[in-house]
């Protein structure tokens, strides 16, 4: 499949960029040092949050690729969105998703950060068949040269989205009022944007949603779900109480998909770069209605536990940290009462 | 419901919560906004047998009354396991009683021990002393208080009990095991229209058929906020229900009541229609002080719930019914109701996400439902915070009948109605004057259902009756039928909806309750005012509509044509506004919310037969409805009339 017009107009572009920006800056106005903290509180947590989305996502992002045998430069931007950090789209879902917010706006944070280090090394470690191939069918067209992923882009990318972010925290610690009005009108521009930008794109390319092979839409949604999936199984496995589960489970399933759209923009050319952008769109297309189901789910399932650790953490508010909450026997489930904290943090010593 | 316990007294009651709950906190009072003190249902039993044993050491028998004068602390529910434990009745008033009441209520209720918080409402007590010969022992409950020579303190009493107890006294589980259901556990006095209270006796059976009926599931991860007065039996039917589930109950007040939300994040709360008010505007103000963009948002979001709510409150036929409905008509609307439901759900969801979901934070985010009772709740407000998505659920009931009658369920929801009668009662509508049952009545369409009359009430929560008032006992039950004097109906989807009160007394939205025939009296003496009707039921104030006295203002010099012309005179307006301030004023012992905020004057006198009966007695509600329009104008005047 080739893409005949351009996928982005000029305009979209700038739109693209205004939505990364103020998105970017929303983020940045919702965080405190305080959030920085809170990383080295739930040391555990993050390190199975970082297995779970630098270890597994883009695992099973370069799992599809091959699997679908997908065309290099959707199976690059396939990875690329593996590789990618957590979102704060998550962290409001892990509050809905009745999950830990603290540990997801944790995740956050540390994942951004280590982004600048992981996310070179993950693509050149996953995608170096893929530019082989891309390399290959360049020389074939004639076209010469040599496809390379191009790192110190990335990374320049990465950094130029990670300014507005900074600016964001500045203003949060300058004003927190303001912050908030910022925070909200840049989450709702970036909605509309987005929306926008989704509208027009199927609009002006329908030909392209019956040209796209069901192989591209499989692989992209299925990204997300297994990210969900494996997310909430691998922090079963270590033993991670139930509302940490949640939230590692969104936070591995969302990704920040502006960083996506930024990097591609930046770093990629025509004809693998309206590709690419493709996959991203229907990436982020796909992955707000599934997680607003999986939210549903949880929010269902974790009505319980999630009440037993809101109320042992109020005890601990009001009463004090040494405060110990004792449930009678048998009303909590083994899960829940073999976990000393309840889920709560700090940890509860037990009398 | 399961997680209730079942227990046939408070005592029991008490006991089986120490065991099932243990450790878990049971009460918790405010030091300061982050340090709260909890105290355990384990050691709250424990303590309440040591005042037990020290309150029948100091001659307490079993079904005396124990007079407990304070408001809200943990020594009041403290005082309260003491009294209970040892096979006794308390008889409960805040501190803002009066010194008649005070005098009145110790004599009539015959105590001789009391419970009194605070050194000021001790001196008050000490003082008046010679006028309760039977008050014998008084025993002081704020810790941090002194007590003059001859008041026990509460420490002392419990110490007292606790060393006894050590010595193998079980006086107290000898007193639990012999209490019967039909026991008092408390008897209220409430004013009444006479002036003389009058001694509610409420029995275990009818505290224990409330707790049991209370259609809320809570379990030991809730939190309760408490901010009525816990000798209100509203208020109190809630401190025991959260013992039968092990919730902790958090004492906050009106000042902290904003921070404590926040701080607390109760699951559940019971409250009058006041901090309803008050939480709306506050609401409202935050979103009109907040950025345009937010204020949008929070418009869209409100619009579509309230499309959202509506068709599915239609569907599941949880619209208010006043009228017969024709299933036809319902069927043709059912589609449009099921279309908008779907089309705006989507919206609707994200709406609630991102916008709806901040606004509830302001009453702490977790609210699963709340109770509003003590007096009607404004339909607006209803609404608000229904569609908001906090569920209101609004109950009806008095102190007679301990107090809950009709109670909305979440999963039956009806905005406007009060819900169905609670589990194991029946209600009656009655026609006012021929006393004829309404509803449930064969004889008309419907069973009677629409049809308006007096509420008659019959279940485990009707009172003993009125203690040592066997008159205002047989006049208000009859064949068990407790006549509550106020007016109702019966939805046609079985909900009860209340319509106003036949008994003349005023409920404000504050909870307080005034008697308007001693101040009528009182303004008819004056030579300018030929009747007067005082209004407010369920606002914030009181007002009145006048009818002036033409010849009283022939006599000063002012003759008008008609009575319509009196009305209209600015002069008249003046003389009589001034009347209303020399006779109804603090100085002349009126209450602050007893004085006439504003008044109407009425065109024409009242005629016997149309507002006033044979006997020359305003039919109230004949007035209210024929002067709707004007007693409307006392609390939303239209703005500049030109005289």
Not at chain 1, 188 to 208: E, P, S
Not at chain 2, 20 to 36: C, D, H, I, M
Request: charged share 20%.
């Amino acid at each position: 499949m080739e893409f005949t017009t351009q996928l982005l107009y000029p305009l979209d572009q700038v739109l693209l960029a205004v939505m990364i920006f103020s998105i970017m800056f929303g983020m940045g106005a919702s965080l405190t040092v305080d959030d920085f903290k809170t990383v080295l509180r739930y040391p555990r947590g993050i390190l199975i949050g970082f297995l779970s989305q630098f270890g597994l996502m883009p695992f099973f992002a370069y799992l599809l690729a091959v699997y679908f045998n997908l065309p290099p430069a959707y199976a690059i931007a396939l990875i690329l969105i593996g590789c990618l950090p957590g979102g704060t789209t998550s962290n409001m879902f892990a509050y809905f998703a009745r999950g830990s917010v603290a540990l997801s706006i944790a995740m956050t944070t540390a994942s951004t950060i280590l982004a600048l280090l992981m996310m070179p090394f993950l693509l050149e470690f996953y995608t170096a068949e893929f530019t082989r191939e891309i390399s290959a069918e360049m020389q074939a067209a004639g076209t010469g040269g040599e496809f390379v992923i191009p790192t110190s882009n990335i990374i320049g990318s990465l950094v130029l989205v990670l300014l507005p972010v900074l600016m964001g925290m500045f203003l949060r610690a300058k004003s927190r009022v303001w912050a908030k009005t910022a925070e909200d009108t840049a989450g709702f521009m970036g909605i509309i944007v987005i929306l926008f930008l989704i509208v027009t794109a199927f609009v002006r390319h329908t030909g392209l949603l019956l040209q796209t092979p069901m192989e591209i839409y499989i692989s992209a949604l299925l990204v997300g779900l297994l990210g969900f999936l494996f997310g909430y199984w691998m922090s079963w496995a270590f033993g991670l109480s139930p509302i940490f589960q949640r939230a590692i489970s969104l936070e591995t399933g969302i990704q920040n998909g502006p960083i996506a759209f930024a990097i591609i923009l930046l770093s990629f050319v025509d004809p693998v770069e309206s590709q690419m952008l493709w996959l991203a769109i229907l990436y982020s297309t796909f992955i707000v209605i599934t997680s607003s189901f999986i939210t549903l789910y949880y929010r269902r399932v974790g009505k319980f536990d999630h009440e037993v650790y809101k109320n042992t953490s109020i005890h601990n508010r009001l009463f004090g940290e040494e405060y110990v909450t004792g449930y009678p026997d048998g009303f909590l489930p083994a899960r829940i009462s073999n976990d000393p904290s309840q889920g709560s943090t700090p940890a509860q010593k037990r009398g | 419901m399961e997680n209730r316990i079942v227990a046939q007294n408070l005592a029991e009651l008490y006991r089986e919560a120490a065991n099932r709950y243990g450790s878990l906190p049971a009460f918790a009072t405010r030091k300061k906004e982050l340090e709260w003190e909890p105290v355990s249902f384990e050691e709250l039993y424990n303590r309440g047998l040591n005042l037990a044993t020290g309150l029948i050491e100091m001659g307490v028998e079993a079904r005396d009354h124990v007079g407990l004068f304070g408001d809200n602390r943990f020594e009041w529910i403290l005082a309260d396991y003491g009294v209970q434990l040892c096979g006794a009745a308390d008889v409960p008033r805040g501190r803002d009683i009066t010194d008649a009441e005070l005098v009145y209520i110790i004599n009539h209720a015959e105590i001789s021990i009391a419970f009194v918080e605070t050194k000021v409402l001790l001196d008050r007590i000490l003082e008046l002393r010679s006028e309760f010969a039977g008050l014998k022992e008084i025993i002081l409950m704020d810790p941090k208080a002194d007590a003059p020579e001859g008041v026990h303190t509460l420490g002392n009493v419990v110490d007292h009990g606790e060393a006894l107890r050590k010595y193998g006294n079980t006086r107290a589980e000898e007193r639990i095991a012999d209490i019967q259901s039909d026991d008092l556990f408390t008897l209220i006095y409430t004013s009444g229209t006479t002036g003389k209270p009058k001694g509610v006796m409420l029995t275990h059976s009818n505290m224990m058929s409330q707790v049991k009926g209370i259609p809320v599931d809570l379990n030991c991860t809730d939190r309760v906020l408490s901010i009525l007065p816990v000798w209100h039996i509203f208020e109190r039917v809630f401190e025991m229900f959260t013992i039968t589930c092990g919730v902790c109950t958090y004492y906050s007040n009106i000042r902290h009541l904003a921070d404590d939300l926040k701080n607390v994040e109760p699951t559940f709360m019971g409250s009058a229609p006041r901090l309803w008010e008050s939480l709306y505007q506050k609401i409202l103000k935050k979103v009109s002080d907040s950025h345009p963009m937010r204020q949008l948002l929070f418009h869209t979001a409100y619009f579509l719930s309230r499309q959202y709510k509506s068709s599915q409150f239609f569907l599941s036929g949880r619209d208010l019914k006043l009228e017969p409905f024709s299933k036809i008509k319902r069927a043709l609307l059912a589609p449009f109701h099921a279309v908008r439901w779907l089309a705006v759900l989507p919206f609707y969801g994200f709406f609630n996400v991102a916008v709806l979901e901040p606004v509830r934070m302001s009453a702490g985010g977790s609210l699963k439902a709340t109770v509003s009772g003590g007096g009607a709740l404004p339909s607006e407000i209803d609404k608000f915070f229904n569609f908001i998505g906090i569920p209101v659920l609004e109950g009806y009931g008095m102190t007679e009948t301990a107090p809950v009658i009709a109670v909305r369920r979440e999963e039956n929801l009806v905005i406007g109605t009060v819900g169905p009668p609670m589990e194991d009662t029946e209600v009656r509508i009655a026609d006012m004057e021929s006393g004829e049952v309404l509803y449930p009545n064969n004889k008309y369409p419907d069973e009677g259902r629409g049809l308006k009359g007096e509420i008659l009430v019959k279940g485990p929560q009707v009172m003993k009756g009125y203690y040592r008032n066997p008159e205002q006992t047989i006049k208000t039950i009859q064949d068990g039928w407790l006549k509550t004097g106020d007016l109702g109906m019966i939805t046609y989807n079985d909900c009860l909806k209340i319509l106003g009160r036949s008994k003349a007394t005023i409920v404000l939205t504050s909870g307080e309750n005034l008697e308007p025939e001693p101040i009528e009296m009182r303004l008819t003496q004056s030579p300018y005012i030929e009747h007067c009707m005082v209004v407010g039921q369920d606002k914030k104030q009181i007002g009145a509509l006048i009818v002036p006295d033409i010849e009283g203002f022939r006599k000063k010099g002012i003759d008008p044509d008609s009575m319509h012309d009196l009305a209209g005179d600015p002069e008249v307006r003046k003389i009589i506004q001034e009347e209303i301030k020399k006779m109804i004023s603090v100085a002349n012992g009126y209450k602050r919310f007893e004085l006439i905020q504003d008044f109407r004057l009425l065109p024409q006198n009242f005629s016997t037969g149309e507002e006033l009966t044979s006997l020359f007695k305003m039919k109230r509600h004949v007035i209210q409805d024929k002067y709707a329009d004007l007693i409307e104008d006392i609390y939303n005047p239209e703005p500049a009339q030109v005289a």
